[in-house]
């Protein structure tokens, strides 16, 4: 005699991302990190949760030692905190192994950085197409590489190395480079440190304005109250956590950190 089949469990509900949840390209939660020097420990991060919105320009700001590029580093998968969790676009990345978080920091995150980092042998249509190449999409990237060489200012700089490129004109290439892949998520470190005003505020604008049309998603390390006031909200960082944060046109304060 034929049994009757046991009943099958109902389908597992999902519950919808709300709108709000949609956006977050990034979350970070109770995120800590400690180093130690000689026998002192030093808490860079401490309990540090933030959720970061597709098309938000944030300015993360604080003194030396205030945890700011730890914090950077942490979101960008170059460290993994010591207790706390960073999620990219629902991506959890705690349980994550080397190569997994490699492929998640080359399809999802583009870097900027203060000293450029352009690798001097090769000319800025090769260095912008690097992280393309390495990660299989040369074709594509190559595709999308006129358009943003012309947004960018640079289509008559491609063929030139970095010690033929003025300093405004190497960080533009260095955010080329960042933005081949189209990443989720670009983490800028300082980078106008090594620009002098006028062209550090170019290299501003164009974030802004990138921010503003293509809803690029910046999040920027400065020490400079100047530059954070192209961004649309700061936070300001002491001992490793957020002691401050608001809206630039009204909360940020005309003094240096």
Known sequence: MLKDPPPQAPPQQVTPLSQAEANIVVQARNLSKTYSLGEERVHALQDLSLNIKQGEFIAVMGPSGSGKSTLLHVLGLLEMPDDGEVTIQNHPTSSLDDDALTALRRDK?????????????????????????????????EARLESLAAELGISDR????????????????????????????????????????????????????????????????????????????????????????????????????
């Open 109 to 141: 995150l583009g870097f900027v950085f203060q000293n450029f980092e352009l690798i001097p042998n090769l000319s800025a249509k090769e260095n912008i197409l690097l992280p393309a190449e390495v990660a299989g999409k040369r074709k594509q990237a």
């Open 158 to 257: 491609l063929h030139h190395r970095p010690k033929q490129l003025s300093g405004g004109q190497q960080q533009r290439v260095a955010i080329a480079r960042a933005l081949i892949n189209d990443p989720a998520l670009i983490l800028a470190d300082e980078p106008t440190g090594n620009l002098d005003s006028d062209t550090g505020r170019d290299v501003l604008r164009l974030l802004q304005d990138g921010v503003k049309r293509h809803s690029w998603t910046v999040v920027m390390v400065t020490h400079d109250p100047n530059a954070a006031r192209f961004a649309e909200r700061f936070m300001m960082l002491q001992d490793g956590q957020i002691v401050e944060e608001g809206h630039t046109d009204k909360d940020l304060l005309a003094t240096s950190v």
